[in-house]
């Protein structure tokens, strides 16, 4: 376990303030992916089918103070999920890019939870029950409006735009035997753990990353002997269904590419581009608390980056303090090239705010 001393502590807190509906459907404390999108903010609870936007508010010194003005946008309205509107999509990370915001599923299956009200029996039954939910087996393309009546506004998810004289479309791969993990099946390191629910080091997506036209996503599992796995796609239209996504072919016309990286044994929680890198939020891919880090991967976004980056290759940015059981990283992004916002899930109790939670900023230099 990382030495406390050793922990980044935040400059400050900013309060994350959602709706009375968010809350009920428990977003706020579910919080598994965020990205910055000007003056606003993206954010992705794993519980739900929806994605929710935030807008800045500046205190008295001019300085950001908090995200409000919140707005809900249900997947439904811009894609066909498979498994219609209201099954929870289990979205884990985001990217924005040009005219998108790309949104990636966990991809994983899920096993049972025990609850402490179970008897011994019922608890047994629940541990060997697997389910598979089609709607986390999806990447969404969502298309960017930001054209108001009075010139540029606030960013909008719609599911067609004109930009630049070219039409836009919010697409979706996945749910017609098409899905990453679909790809994957024959794969010698991946196809393995197909079977296995994220949570026990089964294939389990987590972090999502745009540069150019490549999409990098990040995986919590499976850690293959201390090594994460993050997997190189470009999803392009398909040209008979301008809702609908394929993957072109990489340059060695493979539809995907995998990067293995030394984390340490620690898994992928999300990515973050910062010029030609990748910023790695790194976690312990099961369900316990454990170190959490930031780590630099010099070049990690160019078309001809490693396959293999052993540990000596990336820069350790800093570790984040967590709690046990409670305050687990899950999403950063960057508010400006020298700062990172830190989102949590299942934050502890000193984090919840009236209305909402509190995020971190933290700075990425000393």
Same mark, same amino acid.
């Given at each position: ?53 935030? %807008? /800045?508010?500046? +205190?008295?010194?001019?300085?950001? @103070?908090?995200?409000? *003005?919140? &707005?809900?946008?249900?997947?439904? #309205? !811009? ?80 599911? %067609? /735009?004109?930009? +630049?004289?070219?039409?836009?479309? @919010?697409?979706?791969? *996945?749910? &017609?035997?098409?899905?990453?993990? #679909? !790809? ?103 369900? !316990? ?78």
């Amino acid at each position: 376990m990382d030495d406390p001393r050793q922990w980044r502590r935040p400059e400050r807190q900013v309060g994350l303030v959602f709706d009375a509906g968010a809350r009920e459907a428990g977003t706020h404390v579910n919080l598994s992916g965020i990205r910055a999108d000007g003056a606003h903010l993206w954010v992705a609870g794993d519980e739900t089918a929806t994605l929710e936007r935030l %807008t /800045a508010v500046a +205190g008295p010194d001019g300085v950001l @103070s908090r995200y409000g *003005g919140h &707005r809900t946008v249900r997947l439904a #309205d !811009l894609v066909d999920l498979p498994a219609g509107a209201d099954d929870e999509a289990d979205i884990e990370g985001l990217a924005r890019s040009g005219d998108w915001l790309w949104a990636i599923g966990s991809h994983s299956l899920k096993r049972r939870r025990i609850k402490d009200t179970h008897p011994d029996t019922k608890a047994r039954k629940r541990l060997a029950k697997v389910l598979r939910e089609e709607n986390r087996f999806t990447l969404l393309r969502l298309a960017v409006a930001t054209a108001g009546e009075h010139g540029p506004g606030a960013p909008q998810l719609v599911r %067609t /735009a004109e930009s +630049g004289g070219q039409r836009l479309t @919010s697409a979706v791969l *996945g749910g &017609r035997g098409d899905s990453i993990t #679909d !790809l994957l099946a024959g794969d010698p390191h991946l196809g393995p753990f197909l079977s296995i629910p994220g949570k026990d080091n089964g294939v389990d997506i987590e972090g999502i990353a745009a540069h150019g036209d490549r999409l990098y996503l990040g995986m919590r599992g499976p850690v293959l002997r201390g090594w994460a796995t993050l997997l190189e796609i470009r999803p392009v239209t398909d040209p008979d269904d301008e809702h609908r996504l394929v993957l072109a072919p990489m340059d060695d016309g493979e539809r995907y590419r995998t990067h293995f990286l030394d984390l340490g044994g620690l898994g992928i929680r999300d990515l973050c581009p910062h010029g030609d890198d990748l910023l790695i939020l790194a976690g312990p891919s099961m369900s !316990l608390s454990g170190p959490i880090r930031v780590l630099r991967w010099r070049g990690g976004c160019v078309v001809d980056a490693a396959d293999v980056v052993r540990g000596g290759e990336l820069e350790t940015v800093m570790s984040l303090p967590h709690g046990q059981g409670v305050d687990h990283a899950e999403g950063i992004t960057l508010l400006d090239d020298d700062r990172l916002l830190v989102v949590y899930d299942s934050p502890a109790a000193g984090r919840m705010i009236p209305g909402g939670v509190l995020a971190d900023v933290v700075a990425l230099r000393d």
